[in-house]
């Protein structure tokens, strides 16, 4: 399992915009309501001497079983209209959590532990009629976050796949 040395701060670069309630520019269409999923929260910060809330990034993502994405937003429409529109959906299947864990070899004692994350991912059928599932995925939950972005993900085997059919 991957870790990375915990920040002191939450970073003010977020890694998602978010425009007409979609993270803009992301392969897969992943709704605000991720946000917190995403560690993306309202913090308070003092700007010029005044307290205001801004949106900060942490690095602890948490999804949860069921989350489901597809790769466009048509595809949140009624779900018969919906499978004209996407070309794949990914559902997660099971996770566990991310968080900060002791590291008594580091200076501030604490370290990211990602957290491990299996989806699922399903692909209209023929007809566009239903949805068969057509692989299983195990990763962890910051490569998850990197398949949103871009469609490709890399397995907890190393393997890198792009879900679109092309070799990653």
């Known amino acids: 399992m991957r870790t990375s040395t915990r920040q002191s701060k939450r970073s003010h670069a ?33 700007l010029a001497g005044k307290k205001e809330m801004i949106w900060t990034q942490g690095p602890i993502y948490n999804f949860h079983e069921g989350d489901t994405f597809y790769d466009t937003k048509l595809a949140y429409k009624k779900w018969r209209e919906a499978l004209k529109h996407f070309k794949l959906c990914v559902q997660v299947h099971s996770v566990s959590s991310s968080g ?59 393997k890198q796949l792009n879900l679109y059919g092309e070799k990653a």
């Open 14 to 46: 977020l890694i998602a915009n978010f425009v007409d309630g979609f993270a803009l520019g992301w392969t897969m269409a992943v709704p605000e309501s991720f946000k917190e999923a995403l560690d993306i929260k309202l913090t308070p910060r003092i």
């Open 100 to 158: 900060y864990v002791t590291d008594e070899t580091k200076t501030d004692g604490l370290v990211v532990k990602y957290g491990s994350l299996i989806f699922k991912v399903y692909r209209p059928d023929e007809e566009k009629t239903a949805v068969k599932e057509c692989e299983v995925i195990e990763c962890v939950q910051d490569d998850f976050v990197t398949f949103l972005q871009t469609g490709i993900i890399r397995t907890n085997e190393k």
